[in-house]
């Protein structure tokens, strides 16, 4: 049994942080960043590739695992890897995941003296297209596990496993099917991996699933072709003025979702006690919170993490940057449903169906893909083992979400391979995470740091319930 005493613990913990003051994580992280891997971009499925063969295998073969590059169930699209550390087959095994592609750069957005594919320091951030989702938290993970291996001389006392993927940005394309056709090889009792962000920069976070997310798309079109508005306003019809009092049906004034086809029960018992204590937005670089929008009767971290929101996130009829006088004869919103579990997703069905109940059969629905809501038992012995081991390594309370508000393939963990999962974020809210200027807070690294070896760590002694 590898050493379980207390001066090794902090010898693994202290060898983790002080990544950042030798400038090893930064030289790391400043590697991967350069890496164009930009899910999005049909032309860099080679640059993809190459992360995984190039970056994560050889780092993972010296750390002691062997890798496997497996072909995406989906053609075409970008390759995943799994790594495995078997030490005994009789010990409890971990799988833990990253995923190694990016949104676009867009890197003429960026501020003066940043750029996506360099990593620059300015204060407390970390600038570069990848540094909070996911390359940064992904290497705070493997470089706390390195110190830990360091410590005990090679010898976790269990067994480990990961799996990288390269697609999480565009709906993760082939995952499930990958977690279907290996699961075998993807077998563990536990599951822990660091996505998506904190509660905020100052808290230390674990979150136990994610509210899914249904991307569909609102379609109102004619066969007229553009007319002229002079010529045919008032005889034909506006697909723009169509969609708009289409969307007032779904979305109330408030932002409240008013079809029950969308909506799910409200959180209650110790889930809803949970969200109602999260302090929620307040700190620097955080927007300014309408109280009077969605469902006011409940608490801000209940709006946020325990009911079903409607959002436009684009919307489009004609060209506002160059507008002809001309009726469009098509419109198209692309909305996202954010879901907790409960949601009907027969979503073309019932959505569909109650268009047409209020007048808006013209009103084609789309749906582009989405996952399921996934959410731990807060009782659950894994929930508890992590947030005692994150506090005794941080020296304050971590704080635990039922779910992430956001969306990540927590479904391929929970539901496709069974596991209890853990997530341990090493991000913020305000990263800019999807836009110019993303970056990661060196002091939420150095806490991540700390807190992935000591969970790397504390995990020889924890003793798993059941399968």
Known sequence: MPDSSSQGRQLALDYAVQNIADGQFFETLQRRVAYQSESQ???????????????????????????????????????????????????????????????????????????????????????????????????????ALEAVLKVRKGKLGYNLKVLFEMSEEVGSKGLEQFCQLHKEALSADLFLASDGPRLNAKTPTIFLGSRGVWQFRLRCKTENGARHSGNWGGIITNTAIRLQHALATLVSPQGKVIPDCLRAPFPEGLTADMMRALPVGGYAGDPELNDNWGEPQLSLGERLFGCNTLEVIALGAGDVNKPIGAIPDLAEAVCHLRTVPGTDHNIVENLSAYLKEKGFADIEVIVEGGYSATRLDPNHPWVSFVQSSMNASLGQETTVLPNLGGTIPNHCFADVLGLPTVWMPHSYPSCKQHAPDEHLLVSVAEQGLAAAAGVFWDLADFQVVSK
């Open 41 to 143: 971009n049909p032309d860099a499925l080679p640059e993809l590739a190459r992360y995984l063969s190039e970056e994560i295998l050889p780092y993972l073969e010296m750390l002691g695992f062997h890798c496997d590059i497996f072909d995406n169930p989906i053609a075409g699209c970008p390759p995943l890897l799994i790594g495995t550390r078997i030490e005994d087959p009789s010990l409890p095994t971990l799988l833990t995941y990253g995923h190694g592609d990016v949104t676009n750069g867009q890197a003429e957005r960026w501020q003066t003296g940043t750029h996506p594919w360099q990593l620059t320091q300015h204060g407390d951030q970390l600038f570069g297209r990848g540094t909070a989702d996911n390359k940064g938290q992904h290497t705070i993970n493997l470089m």
